[in-house]
């Protein structure tokens, strides 16, 4: 096959991937009463190359989310002139936090104040605008503290105080919070209740943050029950691009 027949079964691959996800999203919210609009899709191109997130732009999407730099910063410069927004979501050490924010218009795994001091400050540097969510763990070693998780994020009991340091922050815009469905603790194989906890933790987010109304909770698996609990953002990878090679 030459390069342009590959491209092109590429192309068809996800396009059909892509609206058999779409179909899933489109059941979710009728089954929850709720609006198809009020759902964004974010598509997890993590180890996927840049040829894939132009396919994906071509096909409509305009929210795309990355989890390490390495790999994410090439990728984001490669695809400088198409119109997408993208989202980071993987624990985020702070010596990378001056390259995520040259291309990142949105972290999502904000889960400690040295990360905020880091990201406002290159924020600052960079004069951009940088949204934040609280990432919160539920996982069985924090339950209701303010630990961190495995896979990082805040325990509950610690998301007002950071959200109050990420709004307070010169660069930096609390969009919301976010979470990643625990393997471990009272939480583990019940995500529905845990994207449910989450929507309870927003609520009252809310009251103090208007404005922090993002919601992104529910991956390939559970995308369903983040739609049923409420979620405003479902972040979606192997159900669009395929099984990732290794982990991932
Ligand atoms: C990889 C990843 C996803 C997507 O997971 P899939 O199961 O491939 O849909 C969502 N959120 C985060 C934080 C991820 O790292």
Known sequence: MTQAQDLQGREQEIAANL???????????????RKRGDVTL??????????????????????????????????AAACSDLPLTWHFVGQLQTNKVRSVVGYADVV??????????????????AERELGCLIQVAFDADV?????????????????????????EAPGLRLD??????????TYAGRQQAAFERLMD???HLRVAH????MVSAGMSSDLEQAVAAGATH????TAVLGVRPGLG
């Open 201 to 203: 933790l927003s609520t």
């Open 42 to 75: 974010i598509v997890v191109t993590k180890t996927y190359p840049a040829s894939d997130v132009r396919i994906l732009s071509g096909l409509g999407v305009r929210h795309v989310a990355e989890n390490r730099d390495q790999d994410a910063a090439p990728k």
């Open 210 to 213: 208007p404005a922090a109304n």
């Open 143 to 167: 339950e209701e503290g303010a630990g961190r998780g495995d896979r990082g994020g805040v325990g509950p009991g610690g998301v007002e105080e950071l959200a109050g340091l990420v709004a």
């Open 176 to 185: 919301g919070l976010m979470t990643v469905a625990p393997l471990t603790g």
């Open 19 to 33: 609206a058999a996800v779409e179909e899933r999203i489109s059941a979710a919210c009728a089954a929850a009463g």
């Open 108 to 125: 999502q795994s904000v889960d400690r104040a040295r990360l905020v001091t880091a990201l406002s400050k290159e924020a600052v540097r």
């Open 234 to 237: 479902v972040r979606v990878g």
